[in-house]
Each structure stands twice: as C-alpha cells, then as structure tokens.
C-alpha cells in the first residue's frame, strides 16, 4: 500500500468530513483514491500479513483517515484500497499528515518495502463522483462484506452517451426494482478516459442473488426510450465492461474502535495457536 493513504474502497465504496474522517462515510463522498496491488500467486497470506502493519501504523499515529482493503474474488488476483476525501485539499492534507510525522514516514517505507515482495506492480486511481448517476440508500460499510465493482471503458467523445443511458438505467430501476442501491465514479487519473467505475456491496455474498434479479427486473422493466439509449452505448460508445467482485479483509481495514466493537469476531478474529512442539519419547 502506498504512503498517500490508506486504503479502499469502496468502491469506491464508498461523508463529507475529512477523508472518512473520524469514522466510515454515510453518504457519497466526493473523491475516492484507489490503490490497485497486483498480487503475487501464492503470496495472498504473507501479503495480508505485510499489509497489517498499515492500520496497525496508522492507528499508532492516530490518523483520522479511515478505509477498506479488499482481496478480489474473482478476477486478477489483486487487492484494492480504497478511502474517501471530501475534496484535493484534503488528499493534500493526507499527503503531509503522513510525510511530516518522521515515525509513521519510516514505518510506511519500510512497510512498502516488505510489500514489494509479495506483489508485481500498484497503481494508483483517483475517481470523482457522480452523485447525478448513483442511487439508493448508502450502505452501512461497518456491515458491507462483499463489493462488486464494474469499469465501464468508454469511447472518447462518448462521455454524453454514458450519462444518457446511467440516467435511463437509474429511472428503470427505481420503479422497476427500488432496493437498488450503487455508486458511480468518474476516473479523473490513473486510467485512460474515458472509464467510469459502479460499486455495490453487500453484507453477504448471498445477496447478489438479490443483485442479480433487481438487474433482469430492471432491463425488464425499462421503456423502449430508456432500452433504445441503453442499447445506443452498448453499440456505440461501450469499449468494453469487467465486473469483479471483492471480499472485504480485516488485515486491511483500518477502521474506528466502535466499528470493530460492533462485530469483534469478524475485525479481531482469534489467530490459532502455534502447534506444540512434540514431545520426545524414550
């Protein structure tokens, strides 16, 4: 994980305030940076390992910058870290809240120097919200397990024609499957444009069953207006579209006291203990 932040997202995912400032966000935040590390095949536990040093350092320092980590569950083997900003002045601030404390600068760098081991590359995303194209309620991410997050690369000169069919999928859905919630992020840098990033969660991986039917009810249940743009950006402005799905790793978290408090068994699980030694026999 890099220096900038902390996690994730939320996905992006996903409060105004300070960065998660001072707890996990309740409402869309303006701006997620999004760290994507590609992981080694066969290093996931030393990774999650190497990336508890995070939250574990972070938490030392007392920084009010909360996030998410999440390891993909279907995919690339990759982990994403997610966290939340209400503007570029608070990243900034992040930046040098992290730089100007000489104990947490060395324990990042030498965390992101046992990091490097376990994973091939990292890239970093920053995403705008689109409040215009995401709705339903926004979850309660202390309870949020599983995230799926789909990119939707665009063609260039097609940005209208991406908001055009959001809008049409957004008004089916309200009337057709109303429990529908997701958040739309614009990619500002990271990426090449245009890309535009859709996130949901749920507290168990069960519900994308749930998921799966509000979408078939949806498209179902569109106007033709609304099938007639929806098949328009498939057709024309659509380069291509990956889903992928995330489980959330509490290694990773790095999240208030009152969130752990409220489900201890799943954000301090109990580590086995190490085996005994066996005992020589004469």
């Given at each position: 994980?890099?220096?900038?932040?902390?996690?994730?997202?939320?996905?992006?995912?996903?409060?105004?305030?300070?960065?998660?400032?001072?707890?996990?966000?309740?409402?869309?935040?303006?701006?997620?940076?999004?760290?994507?590390?590609?992981?080694?095949?066969?290093?996931?536990?030393?990774?999650?390992?190497?990336?508890?040093?995070?939250?574990?350092?972070?938490?030392?320092?007392?920084?009010?910058?909360?996030?998410?980590?999440?390891?993909s569950f279907t995919g690339p083997l990759q982990a994403w870290f997610l966290t939340a900003f209400d503007s570029n002045k608070t990243i900034g601030d992040s930046i040098k809240r992290n730089s100007d404390d000489p104990v947490l600068a060395a324990e990042l760098a030498r965390l992101s120097r046992a990091?490097?081991?376990?994973?091939?590359?990292?890239?970093?995303?920053?995403?705008?919200?689109?409040?215009?194209?995401?709705?339903?309620?926004?979850?309660?991410?202390?309870?949020?397990?599983?995230?799926?997050?789909?990119?939707?690369?665009?063609?260039?000169?097609?940005?209208?024609?991406?908001?055009?069919?959001?809008?049409?999928?957004?008004?089916?859905?309200?009337?057709?499957?109303?429990?529908?919630?997701?958040?739309?992020?614009?990619?500002?840098?990271?990426?090449?444009?245009?890309?535009?990033?859709?996130?949901?969660?749920?507290?168990?991986?069960?519900?994308?069953?749930?998921?799966?039917?509000?979408?078939?009810?949806?498209?179902?249940?569109?106007?033709?207006?609304?099938?007639?743009?929806?098949?328009?950006?498939?057709?024309?402005?659509?380069?291509?579209?990956?889903?992928?799905?995330?489980?959330?790793?509490?290694?990773?978290?790095?999240?208030?006291?009152?969130?752990?408090?409220?489900?201890?068994?799943?954000?301090?699980?109990?580590?086995?203990?190490?085996?005994?030694?066996?005992?020589?026999?004469?």
């Amino acid at each position: 994980m890099r220096q900038i932040t902390f996690v994730t997202a939320l996905v992006s995912l996903v409060a105004g305030g300070n960065a998660f400032g001072q707890a996990l966000p309740a409402s869309q935040p303006n701006y997620v940076q999004i760290f994507i590390e590609d992981v080694k095949v066969g290093h996931e536990d030393e990774h999650s390992k190497v990336e508890a040093g995070w939250p574990a350092a972070f938490e030392k320092a007392k920084s009010p910058y909360y996030g998410l980590g999440m390891t993909s569950f279907t995919g690339p083997l990759q982990a994403w870290f997610l966290t939340a900003f209400d503007s570029n002045k608070t990243i900034g601030d992040s930046i040098k809240r992290n730089s100007d404390d000489p104990v947490l600068a060395a324990e990042l760098a030498r965390l992101s120097r046992a990091d490097s081991a376990h994973i091939n590359q990292v890239r970093s995303v920053l995403a705008s919200a689109r409040k215009d194209l995401s709705r339903g309620a926004f979850p309660d991410l202390a309870k949020q397990r599983f995230f799926e997050v789909t990119i939707f690369r665009v063609r260039p000169g097609h940005e209208a024609d991406f908001t055009a069919a959001g809008k049409a999928y957004g008004a089916a859905a309200t009337r057709s499957a109303p429990e529908t919630a997701y958040r739309v992020y614009e990619v500002i840098a990271g990426m090449p444009g245009p890309t535009y990033l859709v996130i949901s969660s749920v507290p168990a991986f069960g519900e994308f069953d749930k998921v799966f039917s509000d979408g078939e009810a949806t498209m179902k249940g569109a106007t033709p207006q609304e099938q007639a743009l929806l098949q328009k950006f498939g057709a024309e402005a659509l380069i291509n579209a990956e889903t992928q799905r995330f489980r959330i790793d509490p290694n990773m978290c790095y999240v208030p006291k009152e969130v752990r408090a409220q489900d201890p068994a799943f954000w301090m699980p109990k580590k086995p203990a190490p085996p005994k030694p066996p005992t020589s026999q004469h």
